[in-house]
Each structure stands twice: as C-alpha cells, then as structure tokens.
C-alpha cells in the first residue's frame, strides 16, 4: 500500500462510526509481514531508527532511514500529518464520533460518500478510491433530517469553501462539489446552514 491509499484508508477510519484503532507505526506507514515476530518491528523515529542509542530488540525495516517519526513531523502532506489532522477533526466535530452515518448514491463508483450527523452538526464525507480522475460523479440522497435550504459549504482539512449544498424539502440533494476528482483525492465537508 502507497502513502495515498494509506491516507484514504485514515480518511475511512478516522470518519467511519466506531471507535479507531491505529497499531503503532501504521500512523508513518510501516509495513509488516510473516512471521508474526515482523508484523511489527521498532517504531522508526528518526534516520538513525531509534530514539535511543540502545540495541533494537529487532532490526529497523530497511526503509528506516527514510520513513520515520521526525521526518514526517516536518513534511505538511506526509501520512502522518494526515493522521494528526483527522484526529484532530475527530476530536473536535461530535458527528465524527457520534453521529448517524447515512450513505449517498454516486453516479460514479469509485467515489464513496456518506453523511454524519449528530444534531445540529452535519459533515459530508467524499473520496475517490481510484488511481484514475473521475468527472461527471454526482452524489446525492434520497432523503434525510437535514433542513431544507441553501448550505454553505466548507472543507475541514483545507478550510477552502466550495460550492453551496442546496438540500429539497425531503432533506434530499444532488451534489457535486467538483467537476472532477482528482486520483485518490477526499473531502471532509462541514455543511453549515442558516
């Protein structure tokens, strides 16, 4: 798996009802393989593995000196930052953590999207699972408890503001928020109405 599937899988997770698990070194994109004693090898910290200059229990994966902690605390785009980044909008939005999960409808397959809701507080969540542009992908919803109007749009990991949500009497939309999407490119939008 690729650092960009790596982030939408975080998306996924860090947006999906339930309570997340992130095993250690996921968070950098360390991988694992068998047997059971190399799922999981010494956090990677910094270019020289450790944070000590002691004996690992086990050696560092061979990619150590380029994946690891302090490297990608400096990189703004890097897994781990996106990682800090949905954390930090799990901890701040309750429809993340509590709130109803309601699926759209895609004209395109590849892109996935789902409504929270947790009272007055309502997100849309839309990726785009494959490796290839996708145009033309409207996303709507047959009804739900949204009021009916105009929503402002806002996206939580950019605080860009995109184009207006207009939500019909059932609490129904279409929408398409971008007239292509890009590969593996996800939003996290707060609808915020009246």
């Not at 309570?19 to 996921?26: L, R, T, V």
């Amino acid at each position: 798996m690729d650092d960009e599937q790596a982030k939408l899988a975080a998306t996924l997770q860090l947006t999906f009802p339930g309570a997340p698990f992130i095993y250690y070194g996921e968070e950098i994109g360390m991988q694992g393989a068998k047997p059971d004693e190399n799922i999981r090898r010494p956090m990677q910290w910094g270019p020289d593995g450790g944070f000590t200059t002691g004996e690992p229990w086990r050696l560092y994966y061979e990619d150590y000196q380029e994946r690891h902690v302090a490297g990608q605390s400096e990189a703004t785009d890097s897994l781990l930052n996106h990682y800090r980044a949905l954390i930090r909008l799990r901890n701040e939005h309750i429809a993340l953590r509590q709130g109803d999960f309601i699926p759209l409808e895609s004209d395109c397959r590849p892109v996935y999207g789902y409504l929270r809701r947790h009272q007055d507080e309502n997100i849309l969540v839309i990726v785009n699972l494959a490796a290839q542009e996708q145009t033309g992908c409207a996303l709507s919803l047959a009804a739900s408890g949204l009021a009916h109007g105009d929503y402002a749009v806002r996206e939580l990991l950019t605080s860009v503001e995109i184009s207006t949500l207009t939500v019909n009497e059932n609490g129904g939309f279409d929408y398409t928020p971008s007239e292509a999407f890009a590969p593996r490119e996800e939003y996290i939008l707060l609808l915020m109405g009246d």
